[in-house]
Structure formats: structure tokens, C-alpha cells
């Protein structure tokens, strides 16, 4: 156990860093000057090239990389170059949003895709079966800007229970207000999110139908759907379990364009804004954030899967 975990872990380790040279090199790429932005068009090169100096642009790529990277690793995402504030102060500030905001529409997705998935595979062949495959593949098509715009036509304007956009000045200090104004925005994405899932459940569930532990059990007197349910559904737990990983991803991306429709002050607001104004400290560590989150879920779906999962250990 202590063998595999060093193993992912340094694989963990690598793929962030494999991830920071990217996200480095490709900021670079982009065009305008980041310096000239912050001295305003009234200033003269000099002026431009002194502040480049200052914010330490014009140093080599490989010095700038090897400054950030090490303040990563003190535990230091770096300074805006635009307002001097710490990035990581604010991306902890702005998580307060996107966090609960993921966890909400997560929770809404599995509490879609779960039992309305197996029952989609229970039902398989009848009219309610039908229905629900396609109302599944229908919803998993629909974009989600679109989707947020009818849920605020739906609860917002014509009945009226939820606000339509922002979030409440005083945060979490008013946790019913905060919930209201995430609810929707989690609806949207957990929607989406949860017709993909829930059509990954239907076909795992029929797989699991078809194994022999699941005949056995109905050839002793069970049902065919009582056997599918006591001995067929908790192996599809592993499935699962990889595939939450991938809709986490999801998730983020979602997150980042339900934040602007609904005006949310999250991350994905934020990176938006910062990539538009080309603060590069902020948006590196932005995404570098964001891609280290993916990568850790990743390697606890790994985990679980090898704690949970015999056939895993023994091959390990």
C-alpha cells in the first residue's frame, strides 16, 4: 500500500508540474503586452520598459518560470501584477463561491443520475424505460448557458422563488440567501451534468445484468430485478466512482460560464476576468489551481478504486 501510494503520488507530482510548464509556456503565447496595459497609453517606452523591468517581464522565461514555481512550493501563488493583492487570498475568498457551488450541483447530478439511471435499466423495454433514455439524452445535449436562461425564466421570473443572478454582499454570513442565489446555477450545471451520468448508470446497470453472479441469483429464486438490484448495482459502484471523477471536470468548465451568466464572484469569474486584462501571475496560478484539483480527485478515484476493488490490490 505504502509502495502504490509513493507511486501515485510522484505521478501526482509530476503531472502538476508537467501541467505549470504548459499553462507557463501557452500565457506566453498570447499576444499583448502586459506592461503597457498597466502604464496606460499615454506612456512612453521608457516609461513601459522600466515597468517591465520592475514586474520582472523582461527577465528569461526560464528565471520567471523557476520564481513562480518556487513560490508555488512555499505555499506562495504569486501577486497580481495589476493590483499588487495576493492570488492566493483571493482565490480563497472567490473558492467560498465555486466550492459549495461544485458540491451543490455534484450532489443534484448523483441524485439525478443514480435512480433514475437504474431505473431507466430496470425498466429497459417498457414505455417508462423509453421515456427516460431519451429525456437523458436530450438534456445531456442541451447547452448549458441555455439551460441557466430557462431555469430563470422558469423560477425566477415566472414563479418567482429564486433570484435570478449575483450573490449576497455579506457571503455566507446569510447562509439562506447564499443558498438561494447558488441554487439555480447549481440546478443548471447538476442538470446537465446528471443526464450525462445518468445515462453511464443505465448501460453499467444493464452490463451488470448480464454477469453470471446476477443469473445465479435469479436462477435461487429471485426476480430478475431483485437480483439485479441486491447483487448487480453495488458492483457498478466502481463505474461510478471513475466516472465522478470525469464529471468533476465537468464541473469546473461549467462553473466557469454559469459564474458569468449568474454574475456569481467565483473562480471561474474571476479567471475570465483576469485572462481579459492578462494578468499572467493571477492567471497561471488560477489555472494551475484548478488543474491540480483535477489531477488530486483523479488520484482518490485511483485510490478508492484500489482500497475498494481486491483484483487491484493483488495486481499491485
Do not use: C
Request: glycine residues 12%.
Amino acid at each position: 500500500m505504502i509502495r502504490y501510494l509513493l507511486v501515485r503520488g510522484a505521478l501526482l507530482i509530476a503531472g502538476l508540474l508537467v501541467s505549470s510548464v504548459l499553462i507557463f509556456l501557452t500565457l506566453r503565447v498570447f499576444p499583448g503586452d502586459v506592461a503597457q496595459l498597466i502604464a496606460g497609453t499615454q506612456a512612453s517606452p521608457a516609461q513601459v520598459e522600466q515597468l517591465r523591468e520592475s514586474l520582472g517581464l523582461n527577465l528569461p522565461l526560464i528565471t520567471q518560470y523557476a520564481d513562480w514555481i518556487g513560490g508555488i512550493f512555499r505555499g506562495d501563488l504569486g501577486t497580481s501584477l495589476l493590483s499588487g493583492a495576493s492570488v492566493g487570498e483571493e482565490l480563497f475568498l472567490k473558492a467560498q463561491v465555486t466550492v459549495p457551488l461544485g458540491i451543490m450541483a455534484l450532489t443534484i447530478a448523483l441524485l439525478i443520475a443514480v435512480p433514475f439511471g437504474i431505473l431507466a435499466a430496470v425498466l429497459r423495454g417498457r414505455a417508462g424505460g423509453t421515456v427516460l433514455s431519451v429525456g437523458a439524452q436530450t438534456l445531456a445535449a442541451v447547452p448549458v448557458v441555455w439551460a441557466g436562461m430557462m431555469l430563470v425564466v422558469l423560477f425566477s421570473v415566472w414563479l418567482g422563488w429564486l433570484p435570478p443572478q449575483g450573490f449576497p454582499r455579506d457571503g455566507w454570513s446569510t447562509p439562506g440567501k447564499a443558498i438561494e442565489a447558488l441554487l439555480l446555477p447549481a440546478l443548471t450545471i447538476g442538470i446537465v451534468e446528471g443526464a450525462m451520468l445518468m445515462r453511464f448508470v443505465r448501460s453499467a446497470t444493464l452490463q451488470a445484468a448480464g454477469q453470471d453472479f446476477v443469473r445465479t441469483a435469479a436462477a435461487k429464486g429471485l426476480t430478475r430485478n431483485r437480483a439485479l438490484i441486491q447483487h448487480g448495482i453495488p458492483a457498478v459502484g466502481l463505474s461510478i466512482i471513475t466516472v465522478l471523477g470525469l464529471q468533476v471536470a465537468g464541473i469546473i468548465v461549467g462553473s466557469v460560464v454559469i459564474e458569468q451568466l449568474f454574475t456569481l464572484p467565483g473562480i471561474g469569474r474571476m479567471l475570465v476576468a483576469d485572462v481579459g486584462t492578462r494578468d499572467l501571475i493571477k492567471v497561471q496560478s488560477e489555472l494551475l489551481v484548478l488543474t491540480g484539483f483535477v489531477l488530486v480527485v483523479g488520484f482518490l478515484v485511483d485510490l478508492a478504486h484500489h482500497l475498494i476493488d481486491p483484483r487491484q490490490r493483488e495486481a499491485a
